[in-house]
């Protein structure tokens, strides 16, 4: 009677080896998925947020507002709109879902750093009252024309240069937004120059032919945008701009 036989033990493995899926660590993971998917560069009608500009150029009503009331009627008004703006703005950060709400019916509203702070739209409108009420009528309206319209340049020139600039492979192409909240972009010299051209317009528009002071308020428009951090250039570019406009004008007396 031979010796019995004895089977070895069956390798120990995970269900996912089972199946024939190799184990990964959480990192080593994570680089694969990160190797494997290919960065893909977006349609310029994507890259640019035509809609978010869009609806960033209707603050203009807040110009005309400001120009063609008197005071302290503008300054009132917009300070009633402005409590109503930041008041939603903090329901928002208080209530989660309010704030999942708010992202899903306005998706083009608020970025990625706006989710746990004020939003844009109420550091526009805080600056857009400060620029009404320590200014003149004049003054005033060409800072927030600046903001309105020169911010927007700025953000349009910018991204149609970086994807221009992608698309010949000077820089690489970066990954999708959100679909929800948007991530904020670098700033970029083509934007600056965007806003320093349309916001020189916007000080003609309002303060007549005179050249000089479209370039100084040109300057400080493009240079608050370029140097504010964030949404914060929603406050700095009106107040700004108008500080620059007056002072000029209270010199060149």
Same mark, same amino acid.
């Given at each position: 009677?031979?010796?019995?036989?004895?089977?070895?033990?069956?390798?120990?493995? /995970?269900?996912?080896?089972?199946?024939?899926?190799?184990?990964?660590?959480?990192?080593?993971?994570?680089?694969?998925?990160?190797?494997?998917?290919?960065?893909?560069?977006?349609?310029?009608?994507?890259?640019?947020?035509?809609?978010?500009?869009?609806?960033?150029?209707?603050?203009?009503?807040?110009?005309?507002?400001?120009?063609?009331?008197?005071?302290?009627?503008? /300054?009132?008004?917009?300070?009633?709109?402005?409590?109503?703006?930041?008041?939603?703005?903090?329901?928002?950060?208080?209530?989660?879902?309010?704030?999942?709400?708010?992202?899903?019916?306005?998706?083009?509203?608020?970025?990625?750093?706006?989710?746990?702070?004020?939003?844009?739209?109420?550091?526009?409108?805080?600056?857009?009252?400060?620029?009404?009420?320590?200014?003149?009528?004049?003054?005033?309206?060409?800072?927030?024309?600046?903001?309105?319209?020169?911010?927007?340049?700025?953000?349009?020139?910018?991204?149609?240069?970086?994807?221009?600039?992608?698309?010949?492979?000077?820089?690489?192409?970066?990954?999708?937004?959100?679909?929800?909240?948007?991530?904020?972009?670098?700033? /970029?010299?083509?934007?600056?120059?965007?806003?320093?051209?349309?916001?020189?317009?916007?000080?003609?528009?309002?303060?007549?032919?005179?050249?000089?002071?479209?370039?100084?308020?040109?300057?400080?428009?493009?240079?608050?945008?370029?140097? /504010?951090?964030?949404?914060?250039?929603?406050?700095?570019?009106?107040?700004?701009?108008?500080?620059?406009?007056?002072?000029?004008?209270?010199?060149?007396?």
């Amino acid at each position: 009677m031979g010796m019995p036989t004895t089977r070895p033990d069956p390798p120990r493995t /995970t269900p996912g080896a089972r199946r024939g899926r190799p184990r990964f660590r959480r990192h080593e993971k994570q680089a694969t998925v990160a190797q494997t998917v290919p960065r893909v560069q977006l349609p310029l009608r994507k890259e640019i947020e035509w809609d978010r500009k869009g609806i960033h150029l209707t603050s203009t009503l807040l110009a005309f507002w400001t120009y063609f009331l008197d005071e302290p009627l503008a /300054t009132a008004g917009l300070a009633l709109a402005t409590i109503f703006v930041i008041a939603v703005d903090l329901a928002r950060l208080g209530s989660r879902r309010w704030a999942l709400w708010v992202y899903r019916k306005f998706p083009l509203v608020f970025r990625r750093d706006e989710r746990h702070a004020l939003s844009g739209a109420s550091v526009m409108m805080i600056g857009v009252t400060l620029a009404s009420a320590a200014f003149p009528a004049k003054p005033a309206t060409a800072g927030i024309l600046c903001l309105t319209w020169g911010d927007s340049a700025a953000a349009l020139v910018g991204q149609a240069w970086t994807h221009w600039a992608t698309k010949r492979k000077l820089r690489r192409a970066g990954q999708a937004r959100g679909h929800v909240v948007m991530k904020r972009g670098r700033k /970029t010299l083509a934007g600056t120059l965007g806003c320093l051209v349309v916001s020189m317009m916007m000080v003609l528009l309002v303060m007549g032919p005179q050249p000089w002071l479209a370039l100084l308020g040109g300057l400080a428009a493009a240079l608050m945008e370029r140097w /504010t951090h964030g949404r914060w250039d929603n406050l700095t570019m009106p107040v700004g701009t108008a500080a620059v406009i007056q002072l000029a004008l209270v010199w060149m007396r």
